[in-house]
């Protein structure tokens, strides 16, 4: 069997931009149902099922589902920092300026109502 750094990577690397995405909503969200989602996904790959099925425990196979998220987010970051540069060199959308968050003036206070008005 294949190093676990390998199988992580090895995956990881393979996921389409659409399986990335969908798993790396589910990762760093984990609502009901997304570690359900998350295995029927990874199950597809036989080297990652056959890496999951070596888990021991319960609490062993969520250590490594939480590898596993970890590996998929530094990829989705990764992926989606070098489609961002490209995109910047084409042009398609402005580079941000790195420049302080500027707060905005405080709004004028209202004008007093006038008591003998009424």
């Not at 990874?42 to 425990?57: E, I, N, P």
């Not at 970890?70 to 420049?99: C, F, H, M, T």
């Not at 968050?101 to 109502?113: G, H």
Request: charged letters at 35%; aromatic letters at 8%; a neutral charge.
């Amino acid at each position: 069997m294949k190093k676990t750094d390998a199988v992580l990577k090895e995956y990881v690397r393979g996921l389409s931009d659409e399986d990335l995405r969908f798993l790396n909503t589910r990762f760093q969200h984990m609502l009901c149902g997304d570690r359900a989602e998350i295995a029927e996904i990874l199950s597809k790959d036989k080297d990652v099922d056959r890496w999951l099925a070596s888990a021991t425990s319960a609490e062993e196979w969520f250590d490594m589902l939480e590898v596993m998220g970890q590996s998929v987010v530094r990829e989705a970051k990764r992926r989606y920092a070098i489609l961002k540069e490209q995109r910047e060199q084409r042009g398609e959308y402005p580079k941000r300026d790195n420049r302080p968050f500027q707060k905005k003036p405080p709004a004028p206070a209202p004008a007093p109502v006038n008591a003998e008005a009424s």
